[in-house]
T-cell receptor, first 116, second 111 residues
Framework: DTAVSQTPKYLVTQMGNDKSIKCEQNLGHDTMYWYKQDSKKFLKIMFSYNNKELIINETVPNRFSPKSPDKAHLNLHINSLELGDSAVYFC???????????????FGEGSRLTVL | QQQVKQSPQSLIVQKGGISIINCAYENTAFDYFPWYQQFPGKGPALLIAIRPDVSEKKEGRFTISFNKSAKQFSLHIMDSQPGDSATYFCAASKGDYKLSFGAGTTVTVRA
């Protein structure tokens, strides 16, 4: 049973379109994240939610809008897609703050977005 | 601005050899330093982690060395195996909800 699952795994779309990625975790964690991994494999945090409350918003364009309907789900909606949005988007969760044995991040398998 | 600098970008090692990846940081508020391993098509997964009050931590063939005064830490993979071929990320946290990753090192182990 997958701990952090995200769908879809692949998205190919045209510039200007809107797309959503869904994420669910069954680990009972309170905190969920969206990370973006670019073509050079650099991982950068975009958002974090703790118990449905936004706690990190890393100067991401407002075309990106996260939504957390409950603490087990964190979705990402992207409006007006641009070429530079092409990347792999990872959802992750953690039990507590990232500080020691309970602070492990559990990642999903990623959603590869290609904007043409 | 990258808060954790990682090198090399890639390395190739023969089976049985030692892989060494180095990381450096500036922010002395960091107090938790994990390493994540990522295989192609998968998400990163925690490999090993260390806190700054410890100079070395070993788990199997993986060892973290930590030099607090130099603000540097490194991952050593002993007796490297083809199955170790992956991208390795060092990271640092201030104990909050934000983990800052290094740029990653792609390790290729040749049989």
């Amino acid at each position: 049973d997958t701990a952090v699952s995200q769908t879809p795994k692949y998205l190919v779309t045209q510039m200007g379109n809107d797309k959503s990625i869904k994420c669910e975790q069954n680990l009972g964690h309170d905190t969920m994240y969206w990370y973006k991994q670019d073509s050079k494999k650099f991982l950068k945090i975009m958002f974090s939610y703790n118990n449905k409350e936004l706690i990190i918003n890393e100067t991401v364009p407002n075309r990106f809008s996260p939504k957390s309907p409950d603490k087990a789900h964190l979705n990402l909606h992207i409006n007006s897609l641009e070429l530079g949005d092409s990347a792999v988007y990872f959802c992750a969760s953690s039990q507590e703050r990232i500080a020691g044995e309970t602070g492990e991040l559990f990642f999903g398998e990623g959603s590869r977005l290609t904007v043409l | 601005q990258q808060q954790v600098k990682q090198s090399p970008q890639s390395l190739i090692v023969q089976k049985g050899g030692i892989s060494i990846i180095n990381c450096a940081y500036e922010n002395t508020a960091f107090d938790y330093f994990p390493w994540y391993q990522q295989f192609p098509g998968k998400g990163p997964a925690l490999l090993i982690a260390i806190r700054p009050d410890v100079s070395e931590k070993k788990e199997g063939r993986f060892t973290i060395s930590f030099n607090k005064s130099a603000k540097q830490f490194s991952l050593h993979i002993m007796d490297s195996q083809p199955g170790d071929s992956a991208t390795y990320f060092c990271a640092a946290s201030k104990g909050d909800y934000k983990l800052s990753f290094g740029a990653g090192t792609t390790v290729t182990v040749r049989a």
